[in-house]
């Protein structure tokens, strides 16, 4: 039987929608303008309410910069235990409401349900100029592959919930999910990047492989190259508490990624350990891929090259 949702015309200012993996929905308005449309809310990563907030509402804006795009308005998603104090939901709400303001764009509404877990993200509009969005789809062969942040964050967060981790390792994982993709997105469109997404519940590995397999390419990868957070990699490999999503990310992702025989288990994991709030994967021509780096520098954020773009299909990690 047919989802029923497949059942639906396709209407051609769709651009992406549910026929394919973006990660946001564009809907063109007209030659200069297209509408990117997203929603997404998570659970606490963090025990601080505001960065809480902050992390969660960065996280929801991400997808629309994953595309290209500007956010310009966002409604909140809320759902809060009933007995939460009004004053811990004031401060989720303020580091939303201050994410939503260094965007640039401006929170319109929302709504609230009562629930047992908290919940907070947004559904979030922005626009862009339909010739330069960035598809999943628009890596080629010769490119090369750029992240903007390191990876770790769902380990660190785990472990920080498990009280194992230094509190400076959990720190740097917190400050580098309530960074923002703006400036790495707005540098990729400057630079004309086709081809990127935005690193999060798949794992570096998963996001990858839908890059790879959009654009009917392989993705070589090289672990030596692939920032790490501090502390991701000694709690990798105590290997005590791994999120549950790394199990189920192999299980989805698995049998598409070739690793090299120098990479022992735990690293294994890490690569498909889930992120949180995570950076900018791009992929893009080797001519592009220095301005693009020497740019973001100048901007006062990192950036590395982590691979390579071949003929093939899947991924290749290697050391």
């Known amino acids: 039987m047919r989802p029923l949702l497949d059942t639906q015309e396709v209407s051609p200012r769709v651009l992406s929608g549910m026929h394919n993996a973006d990660d946001a929905a564009v809907y063109v308005l007209d030659d200069k303008t297209a509408l990117i449309f997203t929603a997404d809310f998570i659970t606490p990563v963090v025990d601080d309410a505001y960065a ?93 592959l750029i992240l903007t942040k390191p990876i770790g964050t769902g380990l660190l967060a785990k472990c920080g919930k498990n009280a194992v981790l230094l509190e400076s390792h959990l720190e740097a994982a917190q400050a580098s999910m309530m960074r923002s993709n703006r400036r790495a997105s707005e540098t990729a469109v400057h630079h004309h990047v086709a081809g990127g997404t935005d690193v999060t519940g798949f794992g570096l590995l998963g996001h990858a492989y839908e890059m790879a397999a959009a654009a009917e390419v392989k993705f070589t990868l090289k672990l030596a190259q692939i920032p790490i957070l501090a502390g991701a990699k000694e709690q990798a490999q105590k290997g005590e508490y791994w999120p549950t999503k790394v199990w189920e990310n192999i ?69």
């Not at 966002?74 to 580091?95: C, S, Y």
């Not at 929302?110 to 862009?128: L, N, R, S, W, Y």
């Not at 740019?295 to 954020?301: F, I, R, S």
Request: charged share 20%; aromatic share 6%.
């Open 251 to 319: 299980e989805h992702f698995g049998s598409h990624v070739r690793f090299s025989d120098a990479l022992v288990d735990f690293e294994r994991q890490l690569l498909f350990s889930p992120e949180t709030s995570g950076g900018l994967l791009l992929s893009m021509g080797a001519e592009v891929a220095g301005d693009f780096l020497k740019d973001l520098h100048a901007q006062g954020q990192d950036a590395w090259e982590i691979g390579s773009v071949d003929a093939g299909d899947g991924i290749d990690v290697v050391s």
């Open 52 to 144: 809480y907030g902050t992390i969660a509402a960065t996280n929801s804006l991400s997808d629309v910069y994953a595309m290209g795009g500007k956010p310009a308005i966002a409604l909140n998603l809320v759902g809060f235990p009933k007995e939460m104090p009004k004053e811990i939901m004031q401060q989720i709400i303020q580091g939303g409401l201050d994410a939503t303001k260094a965007a640039a764009a401006i929170i319109v509404g929302g709504h609230t349900v009562e629930d047992e877990e908290p919940k907070f993200g947004m559904a979030v509009i922005g626009f862009a100029d339909p010739a330069r969005i960035i598809r999943k789809g628009g890596a080629k062969v010769g490119d090369r």
